[in-house]
């Protein structure tokens, strides 16, 4: 276990990925119908969850279920094994039928920390992959369609030979700070009294502090003096990086980019903390599997 641990949702994945399995299809078939294997549905890239005793709980399938619920060509995504050397798999079925009745297919996101940490990191990375899947079905060399390899970690295109892998888009995501204040900004599309850290992509040729420091003027007017790296969170959706800072940064009025933010302004100490206890009076930061809650949080507890 690193020290400290990630403190992030969607972080910490208990599997061992086992990915010197991924080209044995030997192992691969029987681990997926062992009586032990673990195998998550998706549909549409939202896994099947089943309410019990009022709690969320995800649709987990026992091994040799893949055949009813799905056919040859169905995207499968190996996932690793648990502690106790189950297996673990993934499937984007493309009908929902064979399941009517057992639970309902749901958004991860909408879910949040209804789901235990442990299945959001496994299903966040399943819905990661499925996600790239998607927009990655034609080989970037030569245009014509890929195939699925490798238990879902690679595409391969027939026709050229190329392999594709997996990719993640790295997003820095900051709190800038100056004394007992930190600046938060919100979007015209987020519910009534949100407001969040700011955050954008990492472009080529950046740094990660570099990132931070342009992207923080860029939105707010703020010019950066110094960035440290609080922690990172696999975010799926669809898939990203988030990289998060807290940066200190100048005197300086906060100038907003209108089209990047609908306002940003200052908050103190004081009020963050009664946004993080849900007692601000018109105002709310993200909720706890956000990372963007981690670095404030962070922020008022002085780390």
């Not at 297919?105 to 990375?125: E, H």
């Not at 927009?135 to 594709?164: D, L, T």
């Not at 706890?288 to 809650?293: D, E, G, K, L, V």
């Amino acid at each position: 276990m690193l020290d400290p641990p990630n403190p992030n949702y969607f972080a910490r994945s208990p599997l061992d990925r086992a990915a010197h399995r991924r080209r044995d299809e030997t192992w691969l078939g029987a681990a997926i119908n062992a009586p032990n294997a673990k195998l998550a549905p998706f549909f549409e890239h939202k896994p099947l969850i089943i309410e019990e005793a009022g709690a969320a709980v995800v649709g987990w399938l026992h091994g040799g279920s893949l055949g009813r619920i799905a056919p040859g060509d169905a995207t499968r995504l190996f996932l690793g094994v648990d502690r106790e050397a189950a297996p673990y798999f993934a499937v984007h079925i493309p009908d929902p039928e064979p399941l009517r009745g057992l639970g309902r297919f749901d958004d991860l996101r909408a879910l949040g920390p209804r789901l235990g940490r442990d299945d959001l990191a496994i299903l966040g990375c399943a819905k990661s992959i499925f996600e790239w899947h998607l927009r990655n079905r034609f080989c970037a060399n030569c245009g014509q369609a890929s195939v699925v390899v490798e238990a879902g970690w690679k595409r391969q295109c027939p026709a050229c030979k190329a392999e594709h892998f997996p990719r993640f888009d790295p997003v820095v995501i900051m709190l800038p700070t100056r004394g007992e204040f930190c600046a938060l900004g919100r979007q015209s599309m987020w519910p009534k009294g949100m407001h969040s850290a700011l955050a954008g992509f990492i472009e080529p040729g950046e740094a990660i502090e570099e990132a931070v420091a342009r992207e923080t003027l860029e939105e707010a007017g703020l010019q950066v003096r110094e960035v440290r790296v609080h922690s990172s969170q696999p975010w799926p959706f669809p898939h990203s990086l988030m990289i998060g800072c807290l940066c200190t940064v100048d005197e300086g009025e906060i100038v907003v980019d209108t089209s990047e933010l609908e306002t940003a302004r200052w908050f103190s100490r004081e009020e963050m903390a009664l946004m993080l206890a849900g007692k601000h009076p018109n105002s709310f930061c993200p909720p706890a599997f956000a990372i963007a809650h981690q670095l404030i949080k962070s922020w008022v507890a002085g780390d």
